[in-house]
């Protein structure tokens, strides 16, 4: 199985200043037609998780511009450029190149 | 497109798992992969199983001897069973909606908590 590591797991953040979380992939997930997959998720309190982000780097519609994905091969990155209280959740990377789908472990981003 | 999960809340250990998710306002005969996630209580997520309506189904390894996922087009429905469970089968568990080329779950349900318990 792919193996999926985010860091941190916890990011405590002040308003208004930027977060960004890390996703190492353990194969790559560049698919044989040159896709690559690899997805954000965001899941408040309470809440079903939401895809934030898809291929690597197109945001869902709906989606607030200040998240980004960006990354390539095995090393993938979601930045929030402007922290706001909404953000709070934990955020999942989780690739779609391989069988079976794998999640890594989440990381909870709080307000300082 | 809504997803909802129905099923027990409470199971006890050995019996099977049965969750029947039901799709509104659009036909699960329509080209996604449909399939059930989980998540125990304060961790993470964890890929079950998915289903194409037309053929095709893919599970996860290390749960694939205790699982099986159909699907109802008729009833735009589909169904996840989980046998001979135990208190580690506890969980939510989210039915979802997948893309066919690993885009990713882009509709969930609202999830429904199942705990294994005697």
């Known amino acids: 199985d792919v193996v999926l590591t985010q860091s941190p797991l916890s990011l405590p953040v002040t308003l208004g200043q930027p977060a960004s979380i890390s996703c190492k992939s353990s194969q790559s997930l560049v698919y044989s037609n040159g896709q690559t997959f690899l997805s954000w998720f965001q899941q408040s309190p309470g809440q079903s998780p939401r895809r934030l982000i898809y291929?690597?780097?197109n945001r869902d519609s709906g989606v607030p511009d200040r998240f980004s994905g960006s990354g390539s091969g095995t090393d993938f990155t979601l930045n929030i450029s402007r922290v706001e209280a909404e953000d709070v959740a934990v955020y999942y990377c989780?690739?779609?190149?391989?069988?079976?789908?794998?999640f890594g472990q989440g990381t909870q981003v709080d307000i300082k | 497109v809504q997803l909802q999960e129905s099923g027990p809340g409470l199971v006890k250990p050995s019996e099977t798992l049965s969750l029947t998710c039901t799709v509104s306002?659009?036909?699960?005969?329509?080209?996604?992969?449909w399939g059930w996630i989980r998540q125990p209580p304060g961790k993470g997520l964890e890929w079950i199983a998915e289903m194409f309506p037309s053929g095709g189904s893919h599970y996860n390894p290390s749960l694939e001897s205790r699982v099986a996922i159909s699907v109802d087009t008729s009833k735009n429905q589909f169904s996840l069973k989980l046998n001979s469970v135990t208190a580690a089968d506890t969980a939510i568990y989210y039915c979802t909606r997948d893309w066919v080329d690993g885009t990713g779950f882009d509709y969930w349900g609202p999830g429904i908590l199942v705990t294994v318990s005697s």
């Open positions: 989780m690739q779609g190149a391989h069988w079976p789908r794998t």
């Open positions: 306002d659009f036909s699960i005969g329509y080209g996604y992969y």
């Open positions: 291929k690597v780097s």
